[in-house]
């Protein structure tokens, strides 16, 4: 379990045989307290060492492409591999097989190398930043709806959301429950485009 849940951990133990699935294994269960666990007291970035790029990045493909040539020039890879063919011609030997395994490491290596070369260091949510604002406003915009729907006040967390999104929320107050329903829908289309250029923008 991730060290930021241990906080928020009440209770740990187990069912009895049978208890909630017919099983011959008995299930552990781990009760934490919601508020502390998911209510953003412990949410903390992923740690993402890199990004990867796609094909359709043609000027990333080109930098990879370049840096990778280079290496297999240096290393000598094309020359390598026919010779090692030529012996391979004549009987496979243990010998044959440790040197097809090394340059095999080696050019593995050099893929990594040059795709290290060609990706950026990125530590954190492997998100853009306008996909990650979407997504907060259709939480926001369903938090509203949901206290419409019930005829209960916004709750305190959701009034702090409109801050950070710089909605007006004497504006939002004045929706009724069709117009903030509607104003949800369109706020999960919106998040959908985005999603659709999500790894373009990352």
Same mark, same amino acid.
């Given at each position: 379990?991730?060290?930021?849940?241990? *906080?928020?951990?009440?209770?740990?133990?187990?069912?009895?045989?049978?208890?909630? +699935?017919?099983?011959?294994?008995?299930?552990?269960?781990?009760?934490?307290?919601?508020?502390?666990?998911?209510? *953003?007291?412990?949410?903390? @970035?992923?740690?993402?060492?890199?990004?990867?790029?796609?094909?359709?990045?043609?000027?990333?493909?080109?930098?990879? +492409?370049?840096?990778?040539?280079?290496?297999?020039?240096?290393? /000598?890879?094309?020359?390598?591999?026919?010779?090692?063919?030529?012996?391979?011609?004549? *009987?496979?030997?243990?010998? #044959?097989?440790?040197?097809?395994?090394?340059?095999?490491?080696?050019?593995?290596?050099?893929?990594?190398?040059?795709?290290?070369? $060609?990706?950026?260091?990125?530590?954190?949510?492997?998100?853009? @930043?306008?996909? *990650?604002?979407?997504?907060?406003?259709? /939480?926001?915009?369903?938090?509203?709806?949901?206290?419409?729907?019930?005829?209960?006040?916004?709750?305190?967390? $959701?009034?702090?959301?409109?801050?950070?999104? #710089?909605?007006? +929320?004497?504006?939002?107050?004045?929706?009724?429950? @069709?117009?903030?329903?509607?104003?949800?829908?369109?706020?999960?289309?919106?998040?959908?485009?985005?999603?659709?250029?999500?790894?373009?923008?990352?």
């Amino acid at each position: 379990m991730d060290a930021a849940l241990l *906080g928020s951990i009440r209770r740990i133990g187990t069912f009895g045989l049978h208890e909630a +699935m017919l099983s011959d294994h008995v299930m552990v269960y781990v009760d934490l307290d919601e508020r502390e666990a998911f209510d *953003g007291h412990l949410n903390r @970035p992923v740690r993402i060492p890199s990004r990867e790029f796609i094909l359709a990045q043609s000027d990333k493909c080109e930098k990879f +492409m370049k840096v990778f040539l280079e290496q297999a020039e240096m290393h /000598n890879y094309g020359r390598r591999i026919e010779r090692l063919c030529e012996k391979f011609k004549h *009987g496979v030997t243990d010998a #044959l097989i440790k040197e097809y395994n090394n340059l095999d490491q080696q050019i593995q290596n050099s893929i990594l190398h040059a795709a290290k070369k $060609t990706i950026k260091k990125k530590f954190g949510y492997n998100r853009s @930043p306008r996909l *990650g604002k979407a997504g907060y406003g259709v /939480n926001f915009w369903k938090s509203v709806l949901s206290a419409k729907t019930l005829n209960i006040p916004i709750p305190e967390k $959701t009034r702090r959301m409109a801050e950070e999104l #710089l909605l007006d +929320m004497e504006y939002v107050e004045e929706f009724n429950t @069709p117009q903030t329903r509607r104003r949800t829908r369109e706020a999960v289309e919106e998040l959908r485009e985005v999603q659709e250029r999500a790894d373009e923008e990352r």
